[in-house]
């Protein structure tokens, strides 16, 4: 860390709400109801406010910054308001995906053994015993894929343990758990300690071969394909549940293509989902509620100077995006 003075000359001094407000009309930005607009910012944050801005810069050769003609400060409000809107329909898809991931793992790796499924996730041995080393001829190589599938076990089982540790206060079934089996959980319990994050790990790098393909074949889709959207699903997820803005955002992760639903990347929050249509099994659910919504909020009156282009959504979008029944 710099030193304190060093630091104090660097970073920007903070302005009062009244200083906000002025800087924003001083640079063009038209605001009609000043007292409103004080209100808002105190709630929004500048700093995040002003995000929204950042397309709409324009910076003169003597490096002086200002906003676009026309520019009112209620059209970005309406903006924030708009993802803030598209945040809530795309969380609906994730937990809807999240739950059904979780389950169709626990209950494959479950029912791969009938004596000890339960709780073979604990131990590197089950999924040593998974590894096709006859494959291997070369007494080294096959050394090194075990130690190698036990090192990411392990690596796995710290994630599981860090969760675990975190929630078991304020856990009534992880007390349960510890009250009647020493704090041990069965796979469909645990599974509902880990984070789509450690659900990605646990797919890419522990799980064996024959099960990556079983939950894989729900998507219809390969395992490659299944890892790559959920690294995916795990970005775009954290993005929405920390109220990352959305307006504009580039994507930090590019989507493999399914060859039965070409994607034209867009790499902006379309991309993303695009991720999520692919990992809705549930056809129903995701034509009939968020087809549905993004549909209504795409036409809704309040929002129609905002381009659906700003996410990536092009005029064909909901053609693209409807998933085939069965």
């Known amino acids: 860390m710099p030193d304190k003075k ?28 000043v007292e409103r607009a004080k209100r808002i910012l105190l709630s929004t944050n500048y700093y995040y406010f002003t995000g929204y801005l950042h397309k709409y810069k324009v910076i003169t050769e003597d490096c002086v910054e200002y906003y676009e003609t026309d520019l009112t400060f209620e059209e970005v409000y309406k903006i924030i308001q708009f993802d803030m809107h598209l945040r809530s329909i795309f969380l609906q898809a994730v937990d809807y995906i999240e739950r ?15 004596i000890d499924g339960s709780i073979n996730y604990l131990y590197s041995e089950y999924f040593i015993s998974k590894l096709p080393t006859e494959d291997y001829k070369v007494e080294k190589d096959k050394k090194f894929l075990i130690d190698n599938t036990r090192y990411k076990h392990n690596e796995f089982i710290k994630f599981y343990e860090s969760e675990y540790t975190k929630k078991a206060a304020n856990s009534t079934f992880i007390k349960h758990h510890c009250e009647k089996y020493w704090g041990c959980l ?15 790990n646990l797919y890419k790098n522990v799980l064996p071969t024959k099960i990556m393909k079983e939950v894989a074949r729900e998507y219809e889709i390969s395992t490659d394909l299944m890892s790559n ?32 639903d070409i994607l034209k990347k867009t790499n902006l929050i379309y991309d993303y989902v695009y991720i999520l249509k692919n990992l809705t099994s549930d056809a129903d659910f995701w034509n009939c509620t968020i087809i549905t919504q993004l549909d209504l909020a795409f036409t809704n009156d309040l929002f129609k100077k905002v381009s659906s282009d700003r996410w990536g959504f092009r005029s064909d979008w909901r053609d693209k995006l409807l998933k085939r029944c069965q």
């Open 6 to 33: 060093v630091l104090s000359k660097l970073i920007k001094k903070p302005l009062s709400i009244e200083k906000q407000v002025e800087k924003l009309q001083e640079k063009g930005l038209k605001i009609d109801d």
């Open 100 to 114: 059904d991931i979780k389950t169709k793992i626990a209950y494959y790796l479950a029912m791969d053994d009938p």
């Open 186 to 200: 069965p796979i469909w319990a645990a599974i509902e300690i880990l984070t789509i994050g450690n659900i990605h």
């Open 229 to 260: 959207y959920l690294r995916g699903l795990s970005i775009f997820r954290n993005l929405l549940a920390h109220n990352v803005r959305l307006f504009d955002e580039s994507t930090s992760h590019t989507p493999m293509t399914n060859r039965r």
